[in-house]
Antibody, heavy 119, light 107 residues
Framework: EVQLVESGGGLIQPGGSLRLSCAASGFTVSTNYMTWVRQAPGKGLEWVSVIYSDDSTYYADSVKGRFTISRDNSKNTLYLQMNSLRAEDTAVYYC?????????????WGQGTLVTVSS | SYELTQPPSVSVSPGQTASITCSGDKLGDKYASWYKQKPGQSPVLVMYQDNKRPSGIPERFSGSNSENTATLTISGTQAMDEADYYCQAWDISTHVVFGGGTKLTVL
């Protein structure tokens, strides 16, 4: 059974840093495209970042230069390092599996982890 | 950057057909996916590659995609279908892109 479990969220002051983790089971992270999606309170889904199976990474303009996506193949875990956090980064962050191609859908999602940026 | 546009809300009576649209430039040349999200829950994939249903999704869900509009259709809508629905596509400029979401109300 495919499962994704996020952790690492919490309350952080503006300008601070957090690292989110997404532990995967039932499939291999390194052979799939893995994404981070966030949802601000009461708002819609916003794509944040993707790491492809060839290790290439891409980011939404809103987080470029501040967030870094990575994975640890030995732990089958996806990460999102978030620096210089702003109030507008407050959201539930979901990791999702995109399968093995750009046209593949996000077919499995974690339960999400809440990040609150506030002083 | 690529954008997808959805109506903010759609209302339907129980047992009737609900149609949720998603518009984007030449969207018909891309694959559209749809996600259902209930309050406090994670999104769930309900349609992919325009008209394919994942395992476990009822047959009353169907999809189409042509020219600039993708449509998610729910036939015989039930109260349990009430949720927010998001369309999604992939574009080389923005990678994964979501529509703004449509709140489906069954009343």
């Amino acid at each position: 059974e495919v499962q994704l479990v996020e952790s690492g969220g919490g309350l952080i002051q503006p300008g601070g840093s957090l690292r989110l983790s997404c532990a995967a089971s039932g499939f291999t992270v390194s052979t799939n495209y893995m994404t981070w999606v966030r949802q601000a309170p009461g708002k819609g889904l916003e794509w944040v970042s993707v790491i492809y199976s060839d290790d290439s990474t891409y980011y939404a303009d809103s987080v470029k230069g501040r967030f870094t996506i990575s994975r640890d193949n030995s732990k089958n875990t996806l990460y999102l390092q978030m620096n210089s956090l702003r109030a507008e980064d407050t959201a539930v962050y979901y990791c999702a599996r995109q399968g093995a191609g750009t046209v593949a859908p996000l077919d499995s999602w974690g339960q999400g982890t809440l990040v609150t940026v506030s002083s | 950057s690529y954008e997808l546009t959805q109506p903010p809300s759609v209302s339907v009576s129980p047992g009737q057909t609900a149609s949720i649209t998603c518009s984007g430039d030449k969207l018909g040349d891309k694959y559209a996916s749809w996600y259902k999200q209930k309050p406090g829950q994670s999104p769930v994939l309900v349609m992919y590659q325009d008209n394919k249903r994942p395992s476990g999704i009822p047959e009353r869900f169907s999809g189409s995609n042509s020219e600039n509009t993708a449509t998610l259709t729910i036939s015989g809508t039930q109260a349990m279908d009430e949720a927010d629905y998001y369309c999604q596509a992939w574009d080389i400029s923005t990678h994964v892109v979501f529509g703004g979401g449509t709140k489906l109300t069954v009343l």
